[in-house]
């Protein structure tokens, strides 16, 4: 008997989840942080409905307290297809969280991405569900949910429009590329929570109050060993399959990941200067700057540094890299390290470092 041809595979559809503002108006609550009746963030109600769906890889971005929504979000909506990434300019408005977004979507190549606000906790994974299926039927620049008539959040943007989303500047979202295509857009029938928020000090007030009966599912207390790779339901974990064995891959891409986690141990990607025109003082200090946003997302800082590997282009550089190099390091706290000269991939990168850490 000769097998048919094998079943189509839609390309993936990706979700973002904006998390990196300041929360400003709640101050000085963060509402993301904030707990529903339940005890779940406002942040991982939305990660959790995401993590549900039919959406994937789910992409959360980062920014403003960084660390404690991440370890939020872990305690509450963990999931094999969650990737963080930060944004490290978020200061600058809601378009740099986009950019930050879209860059860690890239690689999964997907036909479009669900932008979701991490302030808009009733949305459910049933209406994710439906923003996905009606995109993946129609491929209109924008699938958009309505109530009453009005465009809610969130919002599947097609992958034709991703230039124009990067293009973005200030603290906009895409609404003006809503009415650009407005005779173009598939629309998806909702209810009320696609317009409901909660970003002054009396709607946050008010999700205090929000539990299971809101539609939200209910949260069962985690069982010991459920869920932990290597782990059997029922039984308490063992060391090696315990919640830290979990491995966490952050901005992981199809060859490298920025920073893996394992048992309370980082372990990072080399990381090389974002400005290649500068000399070796110059690449050092922005590294290290680097190093030092990646720590602070995970909850941890140079102070626990165990190792560092350090790469120079040229070993005439070394004096150049200690004077920044211990300068940053903290009293009596410099790691293991060894320091090599290696060709690097580019010839206009002078130093790459790579470090391992502890929580």
């Not at 009415?179 to 909660?198: E, K, Q, S, Y």
């Not at 790469?311 to 190099?325: E, F, H, M, S, Y």
Request: aromatic content about 4%; charged content about 20%; some cysteine.
């Amino acid at each position: 008997m000769t097998a048919g041809p094998p079943p189509h595979v839609p390309p993936p559809v990706a979700a973002l989840i904006l998390a990196a503002g300041r929360s400003s108006r709640t101050a000085p609550r963060h509402k993301l942080l904030a707990p529903d009746a339940g005890g779940v963030p406002m942040i991982a109600r939305i990660v959790r409905a995401a993590c549900a769906s039919t959406a994937a890889p789910v992409i959360v971005v980062l920014g403003h307290r960084a660390a404690e929504i991440r370890a939020a979000i872990l305690r509450h909506a963990d999931h094999p297809g969650l990737v963080f990434t930060l944004a490290e300019d978020h200061a600058h408005g809601l378009s740099a969280s986009l950019r930050a977004g879209l860059a860690a979507a890239g690689p999964h190549a997907p036909s479009g991405v669900l932008v979701c606000l991490g302030d808009m906790p009733l949305i459910d994974t049933p209406l994710i569900d439906r923003l996905v299926a009606r995109h993946r039927q129609d491929r209109a620049p924008a699938t958009v949910p309505v109530h009453d008539g009005r465009i809610g959040h969130p919002v599947l943007w097609d992958r034709s429009v991703f230039p124009a989303l990067m293009a973005l500047e200030g603290d906009v979202g895409g609404r003006a590329l809503i009415r650009a295509h407005a005779g173009r857009l598939a629309t998806v029938p909702a209810d009320a929570a696609i317009h409901a928020d909660f970003d002054t000090p009396d709607r946050l007030d008010r999700f205090g109050a929000l539990g299971a009966s809101q539609g939200d599912r209910p949260v069962d207390p985690p069982r010991p060993g459920v869920g932990e790779e290597g782990a059997r339901p029922g039984r308490p974990p063992s060391p090696r399959t315990g919640p830290m064995s979990k491995i966490i891959r952050t901005e992981p891409n199809a060859i490298l990941s920025k920073v893996v986690e394992y048992h309370g141990f980082l372990f990072t990607q080399g990381f090389v200067a974002r400005d290649l025109t500068g000399d070796a003082t110059a690449q050092t200090r922005d590294i290290l700057a680097q190093i030092d946003e990646a720590l602070e997302l995970h909850g941890t800082d140079k102070t626990r540094l165990l190792q560092a590997q350090i790469w120079l282009k040229d070993i005439a550089d070394r004096d150049a890299l200690n004077g920044v190099w211990s300068a940053w390091l903290p009293k009596d706290g410099a790691p293991a390290r060894a320091c090599v000269q290696a060709v690097l991939a580019n010839p206009a990168m002078l130093v790459e470092i790579m470090i391992i850490c502890t929580k």
